[in-house]
Each structure stands twice: as structure tokens, then as C-alpha cells.
């Protein structure tokens, strides 16, 4: 997902190609999630923009806007897939694959366009300057798009902007030592969480804050609030070095530090991967449905962290679960997450059957993790909970529920053979 450097990578080519020029025509696709969502709609942004002039492009974090002669004003995020695309010029941060018949080239408009501004021939700062267009798309539609009614200069001070919190290469003034350290205060979240957290910091997303706390060497996990001097000072400057460093090379990874864990953190799953040169390992922790790529023998526990984290690659657990959770065991007949354990009914003399009121309150229980998950995505302007990296690129569906009964082969009871000089009663005895 488009973060805080991805985010200023598009900033510098709507300045290179947009800024000056008058937008002749615009296409505007009816999307009432992408624009209906945030109170727009395709054909108010369309008739806003003919016509006007682009005076100028800026982001805060993982939101950037573009600024005309006139309001209304246009501010955009990217969520999961977003991006923008000129005709003559390629602006990926990386190298797109080729298609199945050799050819590098793209369709154009392309798929999955939101809206596409299109500048004819113009004299810009007396330079001749030719047509070009450039398209929004989105194909997961969970980017948005609005307007703003407001002077220029004080975009920032109106929704959504006004709502999150600084951003870490904007506002440098804001964010100090002493600011983050009242931060980290007065909250008792995960730290990880807590950078994450857009009404918090602007534009910090999963590969940022897993590289901020590398080298500040603080586990993800670690509550806020347990933080020493020390350690702040250490997740300040880390935060305002890999920020500043993502920004100012547009997020071109090729130019990023040989000693940064993102360079390394991608092989996930491969054979003699995620190692870093010094031969220190890269594990990843799964943690309230987020990827987590730390080094543990850099990252240690030095206070109380959250009880959630499930991990991969042999990293430790902590050695008492949260209250209530267990692992799934189909070989050991553990409980599902969630459910207290049950002993299994056997077959036959002396085997018990669950009690009805036991079943019905399992039945009951919701698919886990369904209902939130959807909501977190749509949740664009507060707290960015959706997938950010390559691991977790893939947002699953809402899955229906699913009940206790469901979960086994057929639906219907097992029926025991009547007993020779017996009759089998049609009726239901009564409980």
C-alpha cells in the first residue's frame, strides 16, 4: 500500500506534469464507493475541475491534494491499491511486470480508471508545453476521492486532513522528542499500533513502522507506555530518518540504506531467505492480523507487551496465552479460539452428548474476525488497519458464519439402528 513515500512520489509527478497547466476536459467514473463514500460524486468532481487551473500539489502523510485557481480543491488517498498514471511517463516505484505477449506497453485510459484529466497545448512559464493526461485508478476500490470547499492555504485545517495527526517530514517542528514521548504516554497500545494509527502520525504504514522500530531496536509489541528516555529518543530518530529518507527519494527502494531490514524483509517463505548480511534472521510475527518483520536478536522484550502475538519462524511466545485463547488442534481435539475446551463425546457405552443449551451458545458465536476486518478497511480517514506489504497484499472477503453444527460432515444426526422387537417413535419426546 501507497505510504508516506509512495504517497510523495505522486506529489512530484503532478508537480512535474500538472501544476500550471489548465485541465481542458475530464472523465469521471460513477463510483459511489471511491467518491459517494466521502460525500462526492463523480460528476460534481468532474464539472469542479474542467476548466480550472492546477495551482499547486502537497500531501500530509498517506493524503496529498491537488489545488486549483478556484475551490473546490481535490484530496485523495490511495488506500490498498490506489494510484496515479500519466500517459508520458511511468510512474510506478517499481518494475512493473511484463504481459503474457512480450510488451511492456499499457492500455490507455487504463483499467480500472476513477477519474482522467486531460491538458492540451499550453505556454507554461513561457515554456511550450504539450497534451498529457493523467488517470486515478483504483481496482480494490478503497481509495477515496472528495472535494473541499475552502481557501487553498487552509486545506489542512478542514476534513479530512485536520483530523490526523502530523506528518513526520512536514511538521518536524511538531513532532519532537518531548511531543512523542506524551504521546507514547498516555496510551497503553502496542507501539507498533500506536505509529500506525493515522489520527496519531500521518502516513506511517506497515513497512515504515517495521523498519522505524528495526532500528530503534523495539519490539512491535512492546506497550507504549513502558518505554524508557532512551528508547524514545531512539523511535524519534528513527521515525524522522526512515520517513525523511522515503520521502526524499520518492520511495525508490534501490537507494535505500544497504542496511535497512525493508531491503531484506521481502523473501518470506523462500529458501535461505530473510537473513540479513551480518547473518542476523528475520522473523515475522502475525499480530492482530498484521505482518510483522522484526530480528529478534536486535528487537528484545524489555518491558510487558500485548498478549496477542501468534509468530512464524520459531520466534518465542510468550509463555501464557491471552485468557481464553488456545491453539486449534484437530489432532489433540483442543478448542476452536475462543471457546473453553470440551471433552470429546465418544461413541457408544458411556458417551455424552453436549448439552443443548452448551451447543446453542457455541452456534451463536460470530466467524471470527469478519466483521471487524471490513470495517477497519473502509475506515480510511482515522486508522489504516488494511494490508500494506507484499505478505498481506490480500484482503480476505467477508466470509459468511459459520456455526458449531456447520463445521462437521453433515447436517444431520447419526441415527442409531432400532433394536430388533422394537418400534422407532416418530415423536419428539418433550424436554
Given at each position: 500500500m501507497?505510504?508516506i513515500?509512495e504517497?510523495a512520489?505522486?506529489?512530484?509527478y503532478?508537480?512535474k506534469?500538472l501544476?500550471?497547466r489548465?485541465?481542458?476536459d475530464?472523465?469521471?467514473?460513477?463510483d459511489?464507493?471511491v467518491?459517494?463514500?466521502?460525500g462526492t460524486?463523480?460528476?460534481?468532481?468532474?464539472k469542479?475541475?474542467?476548466?480550472?487551473?492546477?495551482?499547486?500539489?502537497a500531501q500530509q502523510?498517506?493524503?496529498?491534494?491537488?489545488?486549483?485557481?478556484k475551490?473546490?480543491?481535490?484530496?485523495?488517498?490511495?488506500?490498498?491499491?490506489?494510484?496515479?498514471?500519466?500517459?508520458?511517463?511511468?510512474?510506478?516505484y517499481?518494475?512493473?511486470?511484463?504481459?503474457?505477449?512480450g510488451?511492456?506497453?499499457?492500455?490507455?485510459?487504463?483499467?480500472y480508471?476513477?477519474?482522467?484529466?486531460?491538458?492540451?497545448?499550453?505556454?507554461?512559464d513561457?515554456?511550450?508545453?504539450g497534451?498529457?493526461?493523467?488517470?486515478?485508478?483504483?481496482?480494490?476500490?478503497?481509495?477515496?476521492i472528495r472535494?473541499?470547499?475552502?481557501?487553498?492555504?487552509e486545506i489542512?485545517?478542514?476534513?479530512p486532513?485536520?483530523?490526523?495527526?502530523?506528518?513526520?517530514?512536514?511538521?518536524?517542528?511538531?513532532?519532537?522528542?518531548?511531543?512523542?514521548?506524551?504521546?507514547?504516554g498516555?496510551?497503553?497500545v502496542?507501539?507498533?499500533?500506536?505509529?500506525l494509527?493515522?489520527a496519531n502520525?500521518?502516513?506511517?504504514?506497515?513497512?515504515?513502522?517495521d523498519?522505524?522500530?528495526?532500528?530503534?531496536?523495539?519490539?512491535?509489541?512492546?506497550?507504549?507506555?513502558?518505554?524508557?528516555?532512551?528508547?524514545?529518543?531512539?523511535?524519534h530518530?528513527?521515525?524522522?530518518?526512515?520517513c525523511?529518507?522515503?520521502?526524499?527519494?520518492?520511495?525508490?527502494?534501490?537507494?535505500?540504506?544497504?542496511?535497512?531490514?525493508?531491503?531484506?524483509?521481502?523473501?518470506?517463505?523462500?529458501?535461505?531467505?530473510?537473513?540479513?548480511?551480518?547473518?542476523?534472521?528475520?522473523?515475522?510475527?502475525k499480530?492482530?492480523?498484521r505482518t510483522?518483520?522484526?530480528?529478534?536478536?536486535?528487537?528484545?522484550?524489555?518491558?510487558?507487551?500485548?498478549?496477542?502475538?501468534?509468530?512464524?519462524?520459531g520466534v518465542?511466545?510468550?509463555?501464557?496465552?491471552?485468557?481464553?485463547?488456545?491453539?486449534?488442534?484437530?489432532e489433540?481435539?483442543?478448542?476452536?479460539d475462543?471457546?473453553?475446551?470440551?471433552?470429546?463425546?465418544?461413541?457408544?457405552?458411556?458417551?455424552?452428548?453436549?448439552?443443548?443449551?452448551?451447543?446453542?451458545?457455541?452456534?451463536?458465536?460470530?466467524?471470527?474476525?469478519?466483521?471487524?476486518?471490513?470495517a477497519?478497511?473502509?475506515?480510511d480517514?482515522?486508522?489504516?488497519?488494511?494490508?500494506?506489504?507484499?505478505?498481506?497484499?490480500?484482503?480476505?472477503?467477508?466470509?459468511?458464519?459459520?456455526?458449531?453444527?456447520?463445521?462437521?460432515a453433515?447436517?444431520?444426526?447419526?441415527?442409531?439402528?432400532?433394536?430388533?422387537?422394537?418400534?422407532r417413535?416418530?415423536?419428539?419426546?418433550?424436554?
Amino acid at each position: 500500500m501507497p505510504e508516506i513515500g509512495e504517497v510523495a512520489r505522486v506529489v512530484h509527478y503532478i508537480r512535474k506534469h500538472l501544476v500550471g497547466r489548465t485541465i481542458k476536459d475530464c472523465e469521471a467514473l460513477h463510483d459511489d464507493i471511491v467518491y459517494g463514500k466521502v460525500g462526492t460524486s463523480a460528476d460534481a468532481f468532474k464539472k469542479a475541475v474542467i476548466g480550472r487551473k492546477v495551482t499547486g500539489s502537497a500531501q500530509q502523510g498517506k493524503y496529498f491534494y491537488m489545488t486549483f485557481d478556484k475551490p473546490p480543491h481535490a484530496v485523495m488517498h490511495f488506500g490498498m491499491t490506489g494510484w496515479m498514471k500519466f500517459d508520458s511517463e511511468d510512474t510506478h516505484y517499481y518494475k512493473q511486470a511484463k504481459e503474457k505477449d512480450g510488451s511492456e506497453a499499457e492500455q490507455w485510459p487504463p483499467k480500472y480508471m476513477k477519474f482522467l484529466l486531460k491538458c492540451g497545448n499550453e505556454s507554461v512559464d513561457s515554456e511550450e508545453r504539450g497534451p498529457v493526461e493523467a488517470a486515478f485508478v483504483d481496482a480494490r476500490r478503497l481509495a477515496r476521492i472528495r472535494l473541499v470547499d475552502c481557501p487553498a492555504d487552509e486545506i489542512r485545517e478542514h476534513t479530512p486532513l485536520k483530523e490526523n495527526g502530523p506528518d513526520p517530514v512536514r511538521d518536524k517542528d511538531t513532532v519532537t522528542v518531548e511531543w512523542l514521548g506524551q504521546l507514547l504516554g498516555k496510551k497503553r497500545v502496542p507501539v507498533k499500533a500506536l505509529l500506525l494509527d493515522q489520527a496519531n502520525l500521518s502516513g506511517v504504514g506497515n513497512w515504515v513502522a517495521d523498519e522505524v522500530l528495526y532500528q530503534a531496536r523495539i519490539h512491535p509489541e512492546q506497550y507504549s507506555n513502558t518505554l524508557s528516555k532512551d528508547q524514545t529518543k531512539e523511535l524519534h530518530d528513527a521515525l524522522i530518518g526512515v520517513c525523511t529518507t522515503a520521502v526524499e527519494t520518492l520511495a525508490e527502494s534501490s537507494q535505500f540504506p544497504e542496511t535497512w531490514i525493508m531491503k531484506y524483509r521481502w523473501d518470506k517463505g523462500k529458501k535461505d531467505g530473510n537473513v540479513l548480511p551480518n547473518g542476523e534472521k528475520i522473523v515475522h510475527l502475525k499480530v492482530g492480523g498484521r505482518t510483522s518483520a522484526i530480528v529478534p536478536s536486535r528487537q528484545k522484550k524489555t518491558a510487558s507487551i500485548a498478549g496477542d502475538v501468534s509468530e512464524d519462524d520459531g520466534v518465542e511466545q510468550d509463555e501464557k496465552p491471552a485468557k481464553g485463547r488456545k491453539r486449534k488442534s484437530k489432532e489433540e481435539g483442543d478448542a476452536v479460539d475462543g471457546e473453553e475446551e470440551k471433552p470429546v463425546a465418544k461413541k457408544g457405552k458411556g458417551g455424552r452428548k453436549a448439552k443443548p443449551e452448551v451447543q446453542a451458545e457455541q452456534e451463536k458465536k460470530p466467524a471470527k474476525g469478519s466483521k471487524g476486518r471490513k470495517a477497519n478497511m473502509e475506515d480510511d480517514e482515522q486508522v489504516d488497519a488494511g494490508a500494506e506489504d507484499g505478505e498481506d497484499a490480500k484482503v480476505e472477503e467477508e466470509k459468511p458464519k459459520t456455526t458449531g453444527r456447520a463445521k462437521k460432515a453433515g447436517s444431520k444426526k447419526e441415527e442409531k439402528p432400532a433394536t430388533p422387537g422394537t418400534r422407532r417413535s416418530t415423536r419428539t419426546k418433550s424436554s
